[in-house]
């Protein structure tokens, strides 16, 4: 259990170590590729299927690709934002667009799904 929690963690730092890395090159545009390779995702699917079985992966599959659009949404918020505040004011804003559109669409899976 412990041997698992410090794998997840290095691969973490890894992913942050790489995006440092990336950061520092003229190919600076890899830095936001880098955090979508599916670390978690890899981590969260294993577990799902294991503990749950083939449909709950498939649900957790479908959250995860309607989950895109908050995160669409806060790379707009920053593209649009970019070049007209100071980078506080950007990336904090973005993030509050992540959070609001992350729970309308949390609301909305759960009046979906029968589960509110």
Known sequence: MMFS???KSLLGAAAVL???LVARTRYVYLAGLVPLF????????VLV????????????????????????LYLLTVFLMAEKARLPWVLGTATLVWVSAA???LWVWAAVRGTA
């Open 5 to 7: 929690l410090f794998l």
């Open 18 to 20: 790489l995006i440092s």
């Open 38 to 45: 599916p670390t978690f995702a890899l981590i969260a699917h």
């Open 103 to 105: 729970g309308l669409l």
């Open 49 to 72: 299927a294991t503990e749950r079985g083939p449909s709950a992966l498939r649900e957790t599959a479908l959250f995860g690709l309607v989950s895109l659009l908050p995160y669409g």
